[in-house]
């Protein structure tokens, strides 16, 4: 089974109700891997991942001082039962932000600190039982993926900043995406 990554990105594109994005996402998971499992998975606390993430994001920003380019790397395997982390941040202002490509991604990066995005680990927590594992793969890219896009670009979209950021986010030495650009003026969704 071929994985709806375009699907995917497109829907975290276009649907700027991150409830709704989330919706969106579960029924095309059920469109392309039909199982009843999909219903077994709990709504993540949507608006407090949010929260959470928008006020991590602006402390790290204040650490990554003169980045342009912010680099999310995801982190399936350092959750530790909820105590952990699955996201980590680094930065560089050795990024053109009126480009979308994402070179810079493999140059010096500056870290700041790990976050949890705590709706991330629940679902991994639900995913991760025996009955999902015919279906855990497939799980493990999309629903992380796609989560962790939805929080991180609502997160750009509440975050007050002078600065104008290009994200880029994805799985550590695996696939990655633009996220979107932000301006002092708003959050552009890009998701390529």
């Not at 990024?95 to 679902?123: A, E, K, R």
């Not at 999902?132 to 670009?153: A, M, N, P, R, V």
Request: glycine share 8%.
């Amino acid at each position: 089974m071929s994985l709806p990554v375009n699907e995917v990105l497109e829907i975290i594109r276009t649907e700027q109700d991150a409830n709704k994005a989330w919706e969106k996402i579960l029924i095309l998971c059920q469109d392309t891997a039909p199982s009843e499992l999909w219903d077994a998975l709990l709504k993540p606390s949507i608006e407090r991942d949010i929260l959470e993430a928008t006020e991590w994001l602006t402390s790290q920003l204040s650490i990554l001082s003169g980045t342009k380019g912010i680099y999310f790397g995801l982190d399936t395997l350092n959750m530790d039962g909820g105590s952990g982390t699955n996201i980590e941040i680094g930065g560089t202002a050795a990024c053109d932000v009126d480009q979308d490509d994402f070179d810079w991604v493999y140059t010096d990066l500056q870290y700041g600190s790990n976050h949890l995005i705590y709706g991330l680990y629940h679902l991994h927590s639900i995913y991760s039982q025996p009955q999902w594992k015919k279906g855990f793969s497939f799980s493990d890219y999309i629903l992380f993926l796609t989560y962790s896009g939805i929080i991180l670009g609502q997160a750009f979209v509440r975050l007050t900043t002078q600065r104008t950021l290009l994200s880029v986010w994805g799985f550590h030495d695996g696939d990655l995406f633009v996220l979107g650009r932000k301006s002092p003026t708003g959050f552009e969704f890009i998701c390529k």
